[in-house]
């Protein structure tokens, strides 16, 4: 699933660069909004909130991804002093 999500974050790219911020709230849109729910139901009944569980989790997997970068910028940094 995480190739599929990550061809949809890229596929977002085209339109605009998302922060994890955006891709989060696109999930929770997916589930909450009535016309988002309406086509994504056409496809299956749990869909909606299918695809808001899993953007959330690959987001998380992003930012957590991004801290252990940063904090390993940051080791690299300290051991060049």
Do not use: C
Not at 13 to 37: C, H, M, S, V
Not at 43 to 54: C, E, I, K
């Amino acid at each position: 699933m995480t190739a599929i999500l990550a061809r949809w974050h890229q596929n977002t790219r085209y339109f605009y660069e998302p922060t994890p911020e955006i891709l989060r709230e696109l999930g929770e849109t997916y589930k909450a909004d009535p016309a988002f729910r309406k086509t994504f139901i056409a496809f299956h009944a749990d869909l909606p909130d299918y695809l808001q569980t899993v953007i959330s989790r690959y987001v998380d997997d992003l930012e957590h991804a991004e801290i252990v970068r940063m904090l390993a910028q940051e080791e690299d940094q300290r051991q060049t002093r």
